[in-house]
């Protein structure tokens, strides 16, 4: 457990009877305290191996674990994904979407008759693993082969990237280079951000000379994907239990997990202590105010709040009319991207493939670059505006005033300004739009199958394959590209309508409820006032002591 966790978990009743004594502070998010101590018991990161269909991810994950507990011959259609961990006691559990869990037995989980968790469920495994012992802020990841189209995709990025440190790719020694469809996978970890090491697997089948030139060749390959190389590149052999450098890999990256314990947990957790400090400030009455400058105060506060109302509908307008072409560049990256496969597109379809793969995967990279270069840029922009306009009351410091809690996880750094606030990559998660997506990927699963149908009685003449081909192509590209952006744009408009009312109300409550604290505080200032010296004396020792408590922890 890190120092952090273990300081926030020990500060965590003294905090809470601090914040019963001050109804009047209002705090935001007011779920606060049980998320942070909810993180401080239990802070755990995933590691997801993706990696395609035989590429020996399961047979990896049994080898760490000590036994077949993962089953490592099933269908793409019928994989679902295992969070394995080490836990004194062993635990086997199915998870549906909706919350809804049930318990699994080994043989469940071996044999996969969990079909119930097909569309989206999931399984966990704590179990006694000696070789993850010390790695208690890791969870392995075995994500269904990529090979299995779109939904994979789904899987793997919009449910773990947000949650994740680092991906694994995992590359078996008998292929020795990676797969398009991990090309694919890559190119949008590489939108976000995400950190990639790779490992390649069933190492023993090629003499160690061979895998070291496979483990260069890979890395070459994924540097050149995503524009830098993997920060680690490591080997594995399960039959022969080898896993040295797999597990050196994976305490690389537990120790890599503090830094992010401290950016998610520890720092929006300091953020409310010192929102509540201030309020302790004013309670001890530090600018030494009396009933005459209290109000003076109040109605200055009053006079600031309607100011920056004004300038946060001027904002607010000006954020609306940036948005609306941001669409329409979207659009033109989805329309280029898939114009620029229209070959591959086409060979598709003549051999009878299935299209939804990689439009939809084109698609979603199309999105997520379009949302981080075109969408965020126009929201860190408003949230900096709207960030000047504060009454200097609410200024944002280095120890945050302006707490939009689970906004996007947006922290301020020190200053103020436009400069002051940082967004994460993607600001609308990629997962709202690809459910959107999915109808739109069966029509064009369907376009392709009409496609196959078209032109699977093919012709030896030359001639004729021509203008078969030039026929598909146009089918394609005046059918089939069109129909997809379109559906697409219709599932991404209320995505971005979405976020951005995020941001606004995000905004509206966080500033609501500095407003509420700092009027309810004045006022309780005036009635200690009012009830004598002794007694805001009294009072004010209780303050003191309670503000010591903030500062301490």
Same mark, same amino acid.
């Given at each position: 457990?890190?120092?952090?966790?273990?300081? %926030?978990?020990?500060?965590?009743?003294?905090?809470?009877?601090?914040?019963?004594? =001050?109804?009047?502070?209002?705090?935001?998010?007011?779920?606060? @305290?049980?998320?942070?101590?909810?993180?401080?018991?239990?802070?755990?990161?995933?590691?997801?191996?993706?990696?395609?269909?035989?590429?020996?991810?399961?047979?990896?994950?049994?080898?760490?674990?000590?036994?077949?507990?993962?089953?490592?011959?099933?269908?793409?259609?019928?994989?679902?994904?295992?969070?394995?961990?080490?836990?004194?006691?062993?635990?086997?559990?199915?998870?549906?979407?909706?919350?809804?869990?049930?318990?699994?037995?080994?043989?469940?989980?071996?044999?996969?008759?969990?079909?119930?968790?097909?569309?989206?469920?999931?399984?966990?495994?704590?179990?006694? %693993?000696?070789?993850?012992?010390?790695?208690?802020?890791?969870?392995?990841? !075995?994500?269904?082969?990529?090979?299995?189209?779109?939904?994979?995709?789904?899987?793997?990025?919009?449910? =773990?990237? *947000?949650?994740?440190?680092?991906?694994?790719?995992?590359?078996?020694?008998?292929?020795?280079?990676?797969?398009?469809?991990?090309?694919?996978?890559?190119?949008?970890?590489?939108?976000?951000?995400?950190?990639?090491?790779?490992?390649?697997?069933?190492?023993?089948?090629?003499?160690?000379?061979?895998?070291?030139?496979?483990? %260069? &060749?890979?890395?070459?390959?994924?540097?050149? /994907?995503?524009?830098?190389?993997?920060?680690?590149?490591?080997?594995?052999?399960?039959?022969?239990?080898?896993?040295?450098?797999?597990?050196?890999?994976?305490?690389?990256?537990?120790?890599? *997990?503090?830094?992010?314990?401290? /950016? +998610?947990? $520890?720092?929006?957790?300091?953020?409310?202590?010192?929102?509540?400090?201030?309020?302790?400030?004013?309670? @001890?009455?530090?600018?030494?105010?009396? *009933?005459?400058?209290?109000?003076?105060?109040?109605?200055?506060?009053?006079?600031?709040?309607?100011?920056?109302?004004?300038?946060?509908? *001027?904002?607010? $307008? &000006?954020?609306?009319?940036?948005?609306?072409?941001?669409?329409?560049?979207?659009?033109?990256?989805?329309?280029?991207?898939?114009?620029?496969?229209?070959?591959? #597109?086409?060979?598709?379809?003549?051999?009878?493939?299935?299209?939804?793969?990689?439009?939809?995967?084109?698609?979603?990279?199309?999105?997520?670059?379009?949302?981080?270069?075109?969408?965020?840029?126009?929201?860190?922009? =408003?949230?900096?505006?709207?960030?000047?306009?504060?009454?200097?009351?609410?200024?944002?410091?280095?120890?945050?005033?302006?707490?939009?809690?689970?906004?996007?996880?947006?922290?301020? /750094?020190?200053?103020?300004?436009?400069?002051?606030?940082?967004?994460?990559?993607? #600001?609308?998660?990629?997962?709202?739009?690809?459910?959107? @997506?999915?109808?739109?990927?069966?029509?064009? $699963?369907?376009?392709?199958?009409?496609?196959?149908?078209?032109?699977?009685?093919?012709?030896?003449?030359? !001639?004729?394959?021509?203008?078969?081909?030039?026929?598909?192509?146009?089918?394609?590209?005046?059918?089939?590209?069109?129909?997809?952006?379109?559906?697409?744009?219709?599932?991404?408009?209320?995505?971005?309508?979405?976020?951005?009312?995020?941001?606004?109300?995000?905004?509206?409550?966080?500033?609501?409820?500095?407003?509420?604290? +700092?009027?309810?505080?004045?006022?309780? @200032?005036?009635?200690?006032?009012?009830?004598?010296?002794?007694?805001?004396?009294?009072?004010?020792?209780? =303050?003191?002591?309670?503000?010591?408590?903030?500062?301490?922890?």
């Amino acid at each position: 457990m890190f120092k952090q966790q273990t300081t %926030i978990q020990q500060a965590i009743p003294a905090i809470r009877a601090v914040v019963a004594r =001050y109804p009047s502070w209002h705090a935001q998010p007011t779920d606060w @305290l049980d998320a942070a101590q909810a993180q401080a018991q239990q802070f755990v990161v995933p590691v997801p191996l993706v990696g395609a269909f035989s590429a020996g991810k399961s047979t990896l994950i049994n080898a760490v674990i000590g036994s077949p507990l993962l089953s490592t011959n099933i269908d793409p259609e019928t994989a679902v994904p295992a969070e394995v961990w080490h836990s004194p006691t062993e635990s086997l559990t199915g998870c549906l979407p909706n919350g809804q869990r049930m318990p699994l037995t080994r043989d469940a989980v071996r044999d996969n008759q969990v079909q119930a968790l097909l569309g989206g469920g999931w399984i966990e495994a704590a179990l006694p %693993i000696p070789l993850l012992q010390g790695m208690p802020h890791l969870k392995l990841v !075995d994500m269904p082969g990529w090979d299995s189209g779109i939904q994979a995709h789904s899987t793997a990025i919009d449910g =773990y990237a *947000t949650r994740s440190l680092a991906y694994g790719v995992a590359v078996s020694a008998d292929e020795g280079n990676l797969r398009d469809s991990i090309r694919s996978a890559l190119k949008e970890l590489a939108v976000r951000d995400m950190p990639i090491f790779v490992v390649i697997t069933k190492a023993d089948k090629k003499p160690p000379e061979e895998v070291q030139a496979i483990q %260069i &060749q890979v890395a070459q390959e994924v540097e050149k /994907t995503i524009g830098k190389p993997p920060f680690l590149v490591c080997c594995a052999s399960a039959r022969k239990k080898e896993l040295a450098s797999f597990i050196a890999a994976l305490q690389e990256i537990e120790r890599r *997990t503090e830094t992010l314990f401290a /950016t +998610h947990a $520890a720092q929006p957790f300091a953020q409310q202590l010192a929102s509540l400090s201030r309020h302790l400030d004013t309670l @001890l009455n530090s600018d030494d105010l009396d *009933t005459e400058k209290i109000a003076a105060q109040c109605a200055q506060l009053e006079t600031d709040m309607q100011a920056f109302a004004g300038h946060l509908q *001027t904002e607010t $307008a &000006q954020l609306d009319a940036r948005v609306q072409p941001v669409m329409g560049r979207i659009q033109q990256r989805m329309e280029s991207r898939l114009l620029a496969q229209l070959d591959s #597109l086409t060979s598709s379809a003549l051999s009878g493939g299935d299209l939804s793969g990689p439009i939809g995967t084109t698609l979603r990279l199309a999105v997520e670059e379009g949302m981080r270069d075109e969408f965020n840029p126009e929201v860190e922009h =408003y949230l900096g505006r709207v960030a000047d306009g504060l009454p200097d009351t609410f200024k944002p410091t280095a120890t945050g005033s302006l707490n939009l809690g689970s906004f996007g996880g947006a922290v301020p /750094t020190t200053g103020t300004g436009s400069g002051a606030w940082q967004l994460p990559a993607v #600001l609308a998660p990629a997962m709202l739009f690809l459910t959107k @997506l999915h109808p739109a990927v069966a029509v064009i $699963a369907t376009v392709g199958s009409l496609l196959f149908g078209l032109f699977k009685n093919k012709s030896n003449q030359q !001639d004729e394959e021509n203008r078969r081909r030039e026929q598909a192509l146009n089918q394609i590209r005046q059918d089939v590209i069109p129909a997809a952006v379109a559906q697409a744009c219709a599932a991404l408009r209320p995505v971005l309508r979405d976020n951005v009312a995020q941001a606004k109300q995000k905004i509206a409550d966080s500033v609501q409820a500095q407003q509420r604290s +700092h009027e309810a505080a004045l006022a309780e @200032l005036k009635n200690r006032l009012a009830q004598g010296q002794a007694a805001f004396a009294q009072a004010c020792e209780q =303050y003191r002591a309670d503000q010591a408590t903030l500062q301490t922890t």
